[in-house]
Structures are given as C-alpha cells and as structure tokens.
C-alpha cells in the first residue's frame, strides 16, 4: 500500500491541447479516491499516467514516496481494473486469478494460496471451476478484482469498471466494492462519470472539468459547499435549482419572492448586480406538512405548480419561471459542460410524500434560506461558499480559457497491453 502524490501534472497530447492541466492531488496511503467529471474532463488520462499507459508531460507522479515518471507500468506494482474486465475465456476463473501469479514465476503453493484467499474475500469460491463466460457481469467483476488482489499491489486503480452493468447490480456491486476496498484499506483511485458512485464510495472526490481541478473534498463537502456552478450542477439528483437573484442588505429576491439569508452569506454578493441563486430541490417543503419548529430559519412563498410526479416516498412539484438572456445563457453552458443534463427554467421542489399538492395549486412552499446559494454569472464562483470547510479550491478554475475539443478517443488495444501491469 502506498499514497499517491501527483503534483503539477500537465498532460498535452500530440495536437497541443491539455488534457490534464496542472492538476495536483495527495492520496493519502489507505484512502478511497474518487475522480469524477463528464466525458472528455481528462479523468481516464490522469489514471492512465498514475499507471504508466500515458507520458506525463510534465509534473511529478509519486507513488510510495518513489518518483515514477519514467518507471514501466510493471515496475510501479499497481493494479488496475478496467470496465469490460479484460479476462481470459479460456482459462478457469481459478486460473484467470491466478495468471499475474504465474507470470511472476510463483510456486503452485503460493498461487493456491493466495487464488484460495482471495476467492474467500469476494465470495468465488463455488465458481473457480468455472469460465468467464458462464458469470455473471458482477462474478466476473469480482474475478477481475481477485486478479487485482493477489498481486499485493500498491494500488487500486479503477476505471469506470461498473459501467457495463444494470442499474440493479450495479448497485450492488457500488456496495461489494466499498465493502472490500475498507476491509483491505488498500488505497484506492476510481475513475467514474457518475455522480452517484462518486459520492457513496469516496473519502474524497476530485471533480474535474476541461482538464482542471474544480473541487477536491469529501462527498459532504462537495454538496454543501460547491465552490462553482460546476460542483453545484453536476453533484446532487435531482440537480440543484438555479435561479436569476439580486442581492440587498441580507435579501435575496428571486422570481418566486424575497427571501431573508443568513449575513454571512450574503456579504460577499453585495454590489455584484444580476446573480445566479442555486438551491437544491430537497431544501423545499409544502408548508402545510413542516412540523412545527422545523420551519426556522426559513421562509415561505407561493408559487404555481404546474406538474406533481408522486413517487411513494417523495414527490416532485414543478414550477416554471422566467429568466433574463444573460442566466439563460449561463445556464446554457452550464448545461454543456455537465454533458447535456438539462437545467430548465422551472423550479423543481421535492416534497414529502404526505404532501397534498397538487397540479394547478398555487402552493404555500418552504425554503430552507440558510442553504441558499448565490453564484456570480461571469466567473461562476460560489459567493457564499465557506472556504474553510470546502476542501482544496484550485485558485484560478473559473477564469482558465481550456479549449474545447472532445474528439480524440484512446487506441483500441491499450487496455489489452494494460491488463498485466
Ligand atoms: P471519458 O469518460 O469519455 O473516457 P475522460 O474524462 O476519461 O472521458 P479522457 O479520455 O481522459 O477523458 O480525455 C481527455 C481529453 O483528452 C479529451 O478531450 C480527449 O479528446 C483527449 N484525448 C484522450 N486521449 C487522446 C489521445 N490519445 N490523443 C489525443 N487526444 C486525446
């Protein structure tokens, strides 16, 4: 086990453009880290230069203390698991765990040994017999990563590895994986575009955007304190609510109403003209269901609703609202760097599922005030953010011009050479 310092590192492939530009991220020996952001960010690059497949183009890649720039994938004793598994159909899955034994020259002891322990940890032990091709997507999941665990490597290294698989197991296997990487405290880095396994799985999550560093805190920090509309947009399901806003004294008006918030949090948006108000859709309530007590701080307002989805659990309400060109436009981009997630002008407001609510209802609806985000519509800075709770905020990620271009895709066959690193 080792921790995995990358300082300054800046990936520019042949045609010039960054990749990965000057990103610097500590993980600490034992630790789960998640790198996560929508395709093109440079999250598969940055892992593939922890592993050896890419050249870094300049910073330092530390592993176990050890620079490792110019070291070969095999000599940096790292393990990685990739998303279509990468086994052998031929071989039993006893053999496929195996197989990085066997290349290593091990004897038969050591390799039953070893094959047996991990089998027991992920649960195979009924399918060693077995091939590939039998398995089920999650079996040969736990196959690959038994292939991974005998080889005592360094490190974990993940990518995107439960994309393959239905919604259903996948789940299951977010939980399989959470459940061995603590129980083997093997420092881990897990690549993923998905917001869900980013915030269940890591200690900390690293959110990249156009090759930069947006965020890098724990999952708690990133929904409560998004520096930017990024982090803001692309953590949290439904996503959050963003809204045009003015800012005076500690009064924020929206299109919905005036709300009061905190003055701590307003401060810094004195002045600043047109703001972008993001609030998250569970921070609403129906009025008429809050407990008495639980309303402060808070406020109320009425709006008309449009559309009610009823879940069981919870509901959704919806309510549209206008928005001036220059939030549209924001949002607009907003709405492309986080892959086309749709961001509408309509306020989307979850509610208890004993909620009466209904469509055409001109509802009494509560806003938890002190949970209001206010956001400048240039730089797309979080203004009421709290610094000293909000992790490691790279100084410069709302004003740096990245070149857009998404094209270029990996060469078929990396992967292959990959599989026994
Ligand atoms: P995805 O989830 O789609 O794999 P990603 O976040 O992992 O995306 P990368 O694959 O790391 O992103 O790519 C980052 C950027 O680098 C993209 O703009 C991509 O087009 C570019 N890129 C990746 N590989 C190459 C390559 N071999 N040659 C040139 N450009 C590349």
Known sequence: MAAIEMKNIVKQYGDGFPAVNDISIDVEDGEFMILVGPSGCGKSTLLRMIVGLEDITSGDMVIGGKRVNDLAPRDRNLAMVFQNYALYPHLTVYENIAFPLRLAGASNEEVDKKVRDASKTLELDEHLERKPGNLSGGQRQRVAMGRAIVRDAQAFLFDEPLSNLDAKLRGQMRTEIARLQRRLGITTVYVTHDQTEAMTLGDRVAVLKRGILQQLATPRELYTNPVNLFVAGFIGSPPMNFLP?????????????????????????????????????????????????????????????????????????????????????????????????????QLVISLDSSSRVKEGDEAEIWVDSSKIHLFDPVTGDNLTVDESAAGTIPSDTSTAEVADQQNAIATPGEQEAATET
């Open 245 to 345: 806003a003015t800012v005076e004294g500690s009064s924020v008006k929206m299109p919905f109403g005036t709300v009061k918030i905190p003055e701590d949090r307003a401060k810094r948006a004195q002045g600043k003209g047109l703001l972008i108000a993001g609030i998250r859709p569970e921070h609403f309530e129906d009025s008429a269901v809050m407990e008495p007590g639980k309303a402060t701080p808070g406020s109320t307002f009425k709006t008309k609703v449009d559309v009610v989805e009823w879940l069981g659990n919870q509901a959704f309400a919806y309510s549209p609202f206008e928005a001036p060109a220059e939030v549209q436009q924001q949002l607009l981009e907003l709405e492309r760097d986080l892959d086309g997630e749709a961001l509408h002008t």
